[in-house]
Structure formats: C-alpha cells, structure tokens
C-alpha cells in the first residue's frame, strides 16, 4: 500500500513539471500601432491638409453682393497645381508637360522661371515666347494648354471632405455628390464657395447649379436643428 502511494505520488510530481516546462500554444497577437500615413480621408486630401484650408478660409466673410463672374476657357487664369502642356514648335528639348509651382511660376530649360499666376495660355505663351527670342530662338512660336486643372476642395458637413481633382463643367451639386453627398447634419442652403481673384480671396453663398472652378473652396455648413 505504501509502494502504490508513493508511486502515484511520484507520477503526478511528473505530471506538473511537463506541464510547468510546456510553451503555450498560441501566442497573443502584437498591438496594433497608429500609422500617421494611414490619416487619409477616402478620395480626398490628408485630413490635416483639409484642417489648414478650412481654417484659412473661416476668416473670409461671405459677400452680400452678386455672384463671381464665370470665366471661360479662354480666360482662365493660372495657378499653383495646374499641369501645362507647353510645345515650342521645332524644338523638342522645350516641349513638354510643367507644372505651376507654388511660387506661380513654370521652370523651362534655358529659360528657368517664368510667371504663370494670374495668366491665361495665351498670355503665357507670349510671355515664354518672348524669353526664348531675347537670346535663343528667333522667331519662336509657343502653344500653352491645361494638362491637368488645380484641384478643388469640399469641406464641412459632407460624408468625405477633401481636395478632388477638377473636371470641367462641374457644379456645386456635382462637387458635393463627389464628396459623398450631405451628411445628416448638413444645411443645403448654407453652401459658399470661396474664390481668389488677383491673390484676394472672396466668400459667396451660391446656388447648387453654379459651376465650380479649379481652386475653388466650397463649404457647406450644419443646420441650426
């Protein structure tokens, strides 16, 4: 009987130093970590990026006067973001597809900067032109296009607020339903869009069948209840 005890006694010591020794099985899962590249609204700018322009044009006051006249192709004036498609006939080094930089200027070779704010095509082609001929070219002959527009921004009480490529053609309706439409909170008739004419910005309350411009800011505000 003592033999058999102290056998049992002897089998289960066994029994909890394998158990003791054992790894678990399944390890826990690391933490995920918050990834600052992952603060992206979907379709539209970083949210920060959003956060700058929607604090940069609250200090604009809304104008009491008419709406801003509508420009047409051929007196739209240029900006940082647009992409141009420039060809200086003859002279494939000089052709290609520039972008307006921050400053408001396009970088070519030979001539290095040239002003593009607050020109049309037109204007920056004569003005490209004339810089060519001062020393490089005689009679050169410059043809300027939009590649790619400057985009817009939607901000305020829609579902995805951000910076949205332009699409010619386009209005207030059209540039809100591209942002996801209103959210509940949303004020339909409490839109403004601001627009910088001459590098000074102005605040207009507009109907949504006005059509929207590259550079445009349209804010839709939150209703009262």
């Given amino acids: ?21 054992e790894a678990p099985r399944y390890a826990m899962a690391p933490q995920a970590q918050p990834r600052s590249d992952l603060d992206m609204m979907m379709y539209g700018a970083p949210a920060a990026a959003s956060r700058t322009v929607r604090h940069a044009q609250r200090a604009v006051p809304v104008q ?7 420009e047409d192709a051929g007196t739209y004036t240029l900006d940082s973001g647009d992409k141009l498609r420039i060809v200086v006939f003859g002279q494939d080094a000089l052709s290609n597809t520039y ?10 070779p030979l001539i290095g900067a040239v002003n593009a704010r607050g020109m049309t095509t037109q204007q920056l082609s004569q003005s490209i032109a004339g810089r060519l001929k001062q020393s490089f070219i005689r009679d050169p002959s410059v043809a300027v296009e939009v ?13 995805y607020p951000g910076q949205y ?21 949303a004020s339909k008739s409490r839109v403004t869009l601001t627009r ?9 309350a507009l109907p949504m069948h006005y059509p929207v411009r590259p550079g445009d800011t349209l804010t839709v505000g939150e209703r009262w209840f």
């Fill in 64 to 70: 009491s006067g008419p709406a801003p006249i509508v």
């Fill in 147 to 159: 590649e790619t527009y400057r985009p817009f921004f939607v901000l305020g009480e829609v579902t």
């Fill in 99 to 108: 972008a307006v930089s921050a400053a408001g200027q396009v970088t070519m």
């Fill in 165 to 185: 490529p332009y699409v010619p053609g386009m209005t207030v309706q059209n540039a809100v339903a591209i942002a996801g439409g209103f959210t509940p909170r």
């Fill in 1 to 21: 009987m003592r033999l058999r005890r102290l056998l049992v006694l002897c089998l289960a010591a066994l029994a909890l130093t394998a158990c003791a020794r």
């Fill in 196 to 204: 910088t004419y001459n590098g000074v910005p102005a605040r207009y």
